[in-house]
């Protein structure tokens, strides 16, 4: 067990650019979750997977905004069309089958769009 | 008003002296209350969950529920300088999803 894992650690581009993040979650978790997390604020929920289902996505998600997980195992973040507003920490957490409370975050993908 | 309020701090108390962090919230729908510790440019960690009222201890940590207030608070004893970090109130909704307090900057002095 490694641990959830987040590639890459951080990521400069610029606007106008899509960038994609990838999130590998512990191996038995089947829920996988992603946050954005600005300086001084608590991290926000954007969206979850259950398995491979993607149950639940904020109304911070806009349509620039896409999320798989097509076997159920990694997960992929991309952002179309980046903004100067979308440079934060984008976080990755799993968790066990009934056990959501219990989430462990990965180290996150710092994206700054210049 | 916010479904989580956290004092952002900073707050800086000296080593070895007991640290109070509290969280108030306001959707009583909310069921699992948990807290994680964040190190600069780290990604959030897991310390405690509990889901009743009532107190839950760990180590140095305990964690304090009162939801007739709609309050939650964690305690640290015997604080060390490397217990400084921010530490973050969390609440399950009943959509399964968490939501996070802005976080509390913790200073411990040595």
């Known amino acids: 067990d490694t641990g959830v894992s987040q590639d890459p650690r951080h990521k400069i581009t610029k606007r106008g650019q899509n960038v994609t993040f990838r999130c590998d979650p512990i191996?038995?978790?089947?829920?996988l979750y992603w946050y954005r997390q600005t300086l001084g604020q608590g991290p926000e929920f954007l969206t979850y997977f259950q398995n491979e289902a993607q149950l639940e996505k904020s109304r911070l998600l806009s349509d620039r905004f896409s999320a798989e997980r097509p076997k159920g195992s990694f997960s992929t973040l991309e952002i179309q069309r980046t903004e100067q507003g979308d440079s934060a920490m984008y976080l990755c957490?799993?968790?066990?089958?009934?056990?959501?409370?219990?989430?462990?975050f990965g180290p996150g993908t710092r994206l700054t769009v210049t | 008003q916010k479904e989580v309020e956290q004092d952002p701090g900073p707050l800086s108390v000296p080593e070895g002296a007991i640290v109070s962090l509290n969280c108030t919230y306001s959707n009583s729908a909310f069921q699992y209350f948990m807290w994680y510790r964040q190190y600069s440019r780290k990604g959030p960690e897991l310390l405690m969950y509990t889901y009743s009222s009532g107190n839950k201890e760990d180590g140095r940590f305990t964690a304090q529920v009162d939801k007739s207030s709609k309050y939650i608070s964690l305690f640290i004893r015997d604080s060390q300088p490397s217990d400084s970090a921010t530490y973050l109130c969390?609440?399950?909704?009943?959509?399964?999803?968490?939501?996070f307090g802005k976080g509390t900057r913790l200073h411990i002095l040595p």
């Open positions: 969390a609440m399950v909704d009943r959509d399964d999803k968490i939501i």
């Open positions: 957490a799993s968790s066990k089958p009934g056990q959501l409370y219990e989430q462990y």
């Open positions: 191996s038995e978790h089947n829920r």
